[in-house]
């Protein structure tokens, strides 16, 4: 499960195929989803993070996730 921690600071930034979730202003984990992402949000203590080709993905922690659409 994603630390609670990383979804009350909010922060994702996107560098291609990884998203950067920070807990603070310098520290952060990173999940390669392994394809171009558009954008992510926070969602109920998932990360749910859009891909370019449209896949929809929720992420429940760093390498396990649920495909939405």
Do not use: C
């Not at 909010?10 to 558009?38: F, H, L, M």
């Amino acid at each position: 499960m994603i630390n609670p921690i990383y979804e009350s600071f909010g922060a994702v930034r996107i560098e291609g195929s990884y998203v950067k979730i920070y807990k603070d202003p310098y520290n952060y984990q990173t999940i390669n989803a392994g394809a171009p992402v558009s954008h992510a949000l926070w969602n109920s203590g998932f990360l749910t993070v859009y891909l370019m080709s449209g896949e929809i993905r929720r992420y429940k922690d760093y390498y396990y996730y649920d495909i939405v659409r």
